[in-house]
């Protein structure tokens, strides 16, 4: 009986592992290149584009204390980004410019899953 009852949590820890490693493959696919994601290599750094995600996150917890807030500024400003939301300082903004819109590349649900990623890793 007690075998019986611990399947289904391992099956469940499984596909929440699979889960997990869907969406930092997404991330890092639709985030990465430009956010600094996965491995980091010499090659990566100089061409970051961008804050890296860490530093997002960081940011982001710091404004945005309500972690569900902080998904959606993450969505909002993905979507529809201006120098009046941004989160960081006037020297990044002169380094990396302001984020162009990623309304066609990536999906509101997809854009919910990295937030949620980013913010919780």
Not at 8 to 31: H, N, R, T
Not at 65 to 93: A, C, W
Not at 113 to 121: G, R
Request: charged fraction near 25%; proline fraction near 6%.
């Amino acid at each position: 009986m007690r075998n019986l009852l611990v399947l289904p949590l391992i099956i469940a820890a499984s596909l929440f592992v699979q889960a997990s490693d869907v969406i930092e493959s997404l991330a890092e696919k639709k985030c990465g290149t430009c956010h600094l994601m996965g491995k980091v290599t010499k090659e990566k750094l100089n061409k970051m584009a961008a804050p890296p995600y860490w530093a997002l996150a960081k940011k982001v917890k710091v404004a945005y204390p309500n972690r569900l807030d902080g998904i959606d500024f993450i969505i909002n400003y993905t979507l529809n980004p201006s120098e009046d939301k941004m989160l960081f300082p006037k020297e990044t903004k002169e380094r990396f410019g302001v984020m162009p819109s990623q309304k066609d590349a990536l999906t509101e649900d997809e854009l919910r899953a990295i937030a949620t990623y980013i913010l919780d890793k």
